[in-house]
């Protein structure tokens, strides 16, 4: 395990590309068990090398000292939710948006379950709505996840996120399928992509 992390760290050190790094709940996707302590002593470890740091809503508290770190040296934090099971109400949805910024996030990332036209329009709707207050950056899972991720680049998401070889989670695009997405937007806001080749356990 130290001599993959080593191996980690002399690659982050080298890549010329904005890096992001997260090391990810299991209840929110990672694959790996790892504790609070084990997650933050990676994300600390790690945290020279970033642009970006991606913490969870929930994990937020036990956290706290990855976030405040990122902060002194002026790390942006990235303040994820994501749920697999279903788009929630929109009500729900807009209690994030004090929820993050209360917690000092630049960017907040809601990632939800879109199986229907209804749960779709709720996550559009949500997006037109919290990015008048914060960077947002919304995607979809599921059987309409790629139609979200496509009509949410053209809105404006400021994180999009593509394979290379093949997609890590229901519904994401190639880096090409991207890159042809954002040529074809004429919107005012004009999304960021970012890539990155590996994270510390599990990037959605």
């Known amino acids: 395990m130290s001599e993959h992390l080593d191996e980690v760290q002399r690659v982050a050190a080298s890549l010329p590309a904005p890096l992001i790094i997260t090391a990810r709940d299991p209840r929110e996707g990672g694959l790996h068990q790892l ?7 990676l994300l600390l470890r790690f945290m020279s090398f970033a642009t970006y740091v991606d913490v ?23 303040i994820s939710v994501h749920n697999f099971d279903a788009t929630p109400k929109l ?20 990632a939800t379950r879109t199986e229907t036209v209804d749960e779709l329009a709720r996550l559009l709707e949500f997006f037109d709505r919290a990015s008048e207050h914060l960077p947002v950056s919304a995607m ?16 404006g998401s400021v994180l999009n996120y593509a394979y290379l070889r093949s997609a890590e989670v229901e519904g994401q695009m190639s880096l090409a399928a991207l890159r042809r997405t954002m040529a074809r937007s004429r919107g005012p806001r004009r999304s960021k992509l970012h890539h990155f080749a590996s994270t510390l356990a599990h990037l959605m």
Not at 64 to 70: F, N
Not at 91 to 110: E, N, R
């Open 35 to 41: 504790s609070p302590r084990q997650r933050c002593d």
């Open 91 to 110: 009500s729900t949805l807009m209690q994030l948006i004090d929820s993050a910024k209360t917690v000092g996030a630049d960017i907040l990332k809601v």
């Open 140 to 155: 979809g899972i599921g059987k309409l996840a790629r139609h979200s991720r496509r009509l949410l680049a053209r809105r």
């Open 56 to 78: 969870e809503l929930q994990s937020v508290r036990m956290l706290r000292s990855v976030l405040e770190h990122a902060e002194s040296i002026d790390v942006r934090r990235i």
